[in-house]
């Protein structure tokens, strides 16, 4: 067996957490293999909406295994607090479905004081982080001073903890920052605590048997491959490898061990927080788009950037992804537009091109759109492929014609029955 992959072939909030929701019941396991709880993954079902931090996705499915891969750094406090008693609130059984690598790094308290001291300093200059300390932490992780989920259980944690936490002071120094440590501790030794009570296992070897004794595995991104650490729009990115290589590092995959890789992207674009972003709509176009499609963070709360969709951005993702299935989300906020825009080619420095270009500033790139006539039908009560107008069958055709990948799946609302599929589609 091989290990399917999810991911974010945009800026992330593509829509990942309800399309693993939906897949779930075809996988024996569910396995987040990088980010934190910068991620929110929101999944709609019987009249609920769930938002999810760190824990995979599937969890809602009682004969899924649900596993925070080695690649994750874990939020005591936001594991327990924001998402276990949720979810134990909703009857989730999330001690016996919630295995933990051993080898995922613990985000502390000093870690979010140093993410929101160095993220103010920078001012204007700001990269607009999630404040979540997942930057500091993946710094402590690759520098060799990290703790990890292992490490709780043994006599010396808490002086490890001491150790790192006086780091910590050290390089807050440096900042005008005020911070409340010891409050801060108390819910985070709760947390603690809590994770002591979850499954910890070597997370690698646990999926490679089950690959081999024929169990089913989806592997879950977070955020989107245009914010991936090597790839992205750097420094405007996140701190982790949100691509399918990922996959490889955050669960102990071989990569011969890969099998489909689906990618998500939103009928339009979205970004949070800094960048370049070609084809943003700072006009009433994008807060339509904004409104529409209640674009405002699940984590944060911060007003999403919106613009059209972006093709050589698209082309750039698949390519470092290798992906093999396209999943397009939101094509029920492009209702009501009499046009609709799709970006195919950038104007950049006299040449026009399809691809990202190296140190792309804002404004650099003059996006170059094909216009598409909109359609007014609503979407969100469609039941079938045939439901859907012509208008947005021409589009969906266009992009796929200009991929090469073929999308099998529409979705049109964020409940789990909002979604589509069409069979049998070639390129």
Same mark, same amino acid.
């Given at each position: 067996? *091989?290990?399917?992959?999810?991911?974010?072939?945009?800026?992330?909030?593509?829509? *990942?957490?309800?399309?693993?929701?939906?897949?779930?019941?075809?996988?024996?396991?569910?396995?987040?293999?990088?980010?934190?709880?910068?991620?929110?993954?929101?999944?709609?079902?019987?009249?609920? *909406?769930? %938002?999810?931090? $760190?824990?995979?996705?599937?969890? /809602?499915?009682?004969?899924? =295994?649900? =596993?925070?891969?080695?690649?994750?750094?874990?939020?005591?406090?936001?594991?327990?607090?924001?998402?276990?008693?949720?979810?134990?609130?909703?009857?989730?059984?999330?001690?016996?479905?919630?295995?933990?690598?051993?080898?995922?790094?613990?985000?502390?308290?000093?870690?979010? !004081?140093?993410?929101?001291? @160095?993220?103010?300093?920078?001012?204007?200059?700001?990269?607009?982080?999630?404040l979540k300390g997942i930057g500091p932490t993946?710094?402590?992780?690759?520098?060799?001073?990290?703790?990890?989920?292992?490490?709780?259980? +043994?006599?010396?944690?808490?002086?490890?903890?001491? !150790?790192?936490?006086?780091?910590?002071?050290?390089?807050?120094?440096?900042?005008?920052?005020?911070?409340?440590?010891?409050?801060?501790?108390?819910?985070?030794?709760?947390?603690?605590?809590?994770?002591?009570?979850? #499954?910890?296992?070597? @997370?690698?070897?646990?999926?490679?048997?089950?690959?081999?004794?024929?169990?089913?595995?989806?592997?879950?991104?977070? #955020?989107?491959?245009?914010?991936?650490?090597?790839?992205?729009?750097?420094?405007? %990115?996140?701190?982790?490898?949100?691509?399918?290589?990922?996959?490889?590092?955050?669960?102990?995959?071989?990569?011969?061990?890969?099998?489909?890789?689906?990618?998500? /992207?939103?009928?339009?674009?979205?970004?949070?927080?800094?960048?370049?972003?070609p084809t943003e709509l700072n006009d009433e176009?994008?807060?339509?788009?904004?409104?529409?499609?209640?674009?405002?963070?699940?984590? $944060?709360?911060?007003?999403?950037?919106?613009?059209?969709?972006?093709?050589p951005a698209l082309k750039y993702a698949i390519?470092?992804?290798?992906?093999?299935?396209?999943?397009?989300?939101?094509?029920?906020?492009?209702?009501? !537009?009499?046009?609709?825009?799709?970006?195919? +080619?950038?104007?950049?420095?006299?040449?026009? =091109?399809?691809?990202?270009?190296?140190?792309?500033?804002?404004?650099?790139?003059?996006? %170059?759109?094909?216009? /598409?006539?909109?359609?007014?039908?609503?979407? $969100?009560?469609?039941?079938? =492929? @045939?439901?859907?107008?012509?208008?947005?069958?021409?589009?969906?055709?266009?992009?796929?014609?200009?991929?090469?990948?073929?999308?099998?799946? %529409?979705?049109?609302?964020?409940?789990? *029955?909002?979604?589509?599929?069409?069979?049998?589609?070639?390129?």
């Open positions: 067996m *091989k290990a399917d992959v999810l991911l974010g072939l945009q800026w992330g909030d593509e829509g *990942k957490g309800k399309i693993v929701d939906v897949l779930t019941p075809n996988y024996d396991i569910v396995a987040r293999f990088q980010g934190g709880p910068n991620a929110g993954h929101t999944l709609e079902f019987n009249g609920q *909406k769930h %938002v999810l931090h $760190t824990v995979p996705s599937g969890i /809602f499915h009682d004969r899924c =295994i649900n =596993i925070i891969g080695n690649g994750v750094v874990i939020d005591p406090v936001t594991l327990y607090k924001k998402e276990a008693t949720n979810l134990i609130k909703a009857g989730v059984d999330i001690k016996s479905k919630l295995l933990v690598s051993k080898k995922a790094h613990l985000i502390l308290p000093t870690h979010r !004081f140093l993410d929101a001291a @160095s993220e103010a300093a920078k001012g204007k200059e700001k990269i607009g982080s999630t993946y710094m402590d992780k690759t520098g060799r001073n990290g703790i990890r989920v292992g490490d709780i259980t +043994h006599p010396d944690f808490k002086k490890k903890y001491d !150790f790192l936490v006086a780091k910590h002071a050290e390089l807050l120094k440096f900042y005008e920052f005020e911070y409340d440590l010891a409050a801060a501790e108390k819910e985070w030794f709760e947390g603690i605590e809590f994770l002591k009570e979850l #499954q910890h296992i070597d @997370s690698e070897i646990y999926i490679n048997h089950a690959l081999s004794t024929g169990k089913s595995v989806l592997a879950e991104g977070a #955020q989107g491959s245009l914010l991936d650490i090597e790839f992205g729009s750097y420094p405007f %990115v996140t701190s982790s490898n949100t691509i399918c290589a990922g996959a490889c590092t955050g669960l102990g995959l071989a990569p011969s061990k890969i099998g489909e890789v689906f990618g998500i /992207f939103k009928a339009y674009c979205t970004r949070v927080g800094s960048g370049p972003f176009t994008g807060q339509t788009l904004r409104d529409k499609g209640n674009e405002y963070g699940s984590t $944060t709360g911060r007003p999403r950037r919106c613009g059209w969709l972006d093709l390519m470092l992804n290798g992906v093999t299935r396209l999943l397009m989300m939101k094509a029920d906020v492009l209702s009501g !537009f009499d046009t609709i825009k799709i970006c195919t +080619h950038y104007k950049f420095e006299g040449a026009t =091109i399809d691809y990202m270009p190296y140190n792309v500033n804002e404004g650099e790139l003059i996006p %170059v759109y094909r216009e /598409f006539k909109g359609w007014k039908q609503n979407l $969100t009560n469609a039941t079938s =492929i @045939s439901d859907l107008p012509a208008e947005l069958e021409l589009y969906i055709r266009y992009i796929e014609s200009q991929l090469n990948v073929p999308i099998t799946l %529409v979705s049109v609302g964020p409940d789990r *029955k909002q979604t589509l599929y069409r069979e049998n589609v070639t390129i």
